[in-house]
């Protein structure tokens, strides 16, 4: 493997080749001596999924780099000037109860300005594999739209959360001035038991939960955490 090294903010950036027909860039975080871990604040603008439900379950919490989102973001830049969105997939370590995110696969996708659609998916899956890591939530972008999640975007996400209880979905949007970003999950009973008996595919609206709670809500078990290492898989 032979890297050529470049610069990307305040980390390093490596093209490398491996043996499997992929590229990657690996963005390592420069770790202080002492780590600041901090709560993601919940943005006040938008009250309808921010509280979390007294009926969902206790998560264990998620650690992540607030680099690995601000690298996505400029890596996902080309796209969001055609208002076509990005996404990618966060994969994690467990040790000592806590995740810790270590990893941005950004796949073969297929893109619009209001969806992504992953393509090739063994090539991600493989990496998780080689990697053992745990499918804990993807990132994507709304190029020209608020942060919210669509009902596509539900649907994406119950797979993931369906596997993990603690997966959350990252939404970047740029043009946003409210809230550039949020970090969300399916409430839990109500908004998972939703879209496990919705059949419907595309936009579409979706029932309130029986339970009374909002279909989604604001994470409140996800921590930024300074001294993060972590690595980004650009597989287009």
Not at 31 to 41: D, G, M
Not at 47 to 67: E, F, T, W
Request: some cysteine; glycine content about 4%; proline content about 6%.
């Amino acid at each position: 493997m032979t890297p050529t090294d470049s610069k990307c903010q305040h980390i390093t950036v490596h093209t490398a080749t491996q043996t499997s027909p992929c590229r990657i860039l690996s963005c390592v975080e420069k770790a202080p001596k002492c780590a600041h871990v901090s709560l993601i604040p919940v943005a006040d603008s938008d009250q309808r999924s921010c509280n979390q439900p007294s009926g969902s379950r206790v998560l264990q919490d998620v650690h992540i780099s607030a680099l690995l989102m601000e690298n996505f973001l400029e890596l996902a830049r080309e796209n969001t000037e055609k208002d076509l969105e990005t996404c990618g997939i966060l994969g994690a370590f467990l040790e000592h109860e806590t995740y810790y995110v270590t990893t941005l696969i950004i796949p073969k996708q297929e893109s619009t300005s209001s969806s992504c659609e992953a393509v090739k998916e063994e090539e991600f899956f493989a990496i998780q594999n080689e990697h053992s890591l745990f499918p804990v939530g993807w990132i994507h972008t709304h190029p020209s739209q608020s942060c919210f999640m669509s009902s596509i975007d539900l649907h994406t996400h119950y797979s993931y959360q369906a596997m993990v209880p603690e997966a959350f979905a990252i939404v970047m949007a740029p043009t946003d001035k409210s809230r550039s970003y949020g970090i969300f999950r399916l409430s839990d009973p109500g908004g998972m038991s939703v879209l496990k008996e919705c059949e419907e595919s595309g936009f579409h609206p979706h029932g309130e939960p029986a339970d009374g709670s909002p279909i989604y809500e604001h994470c409140t078990n996800v921590y930024t955490n300074t001294n993060l290492r972590f690595e980004i898989f650009d597989l287009r």
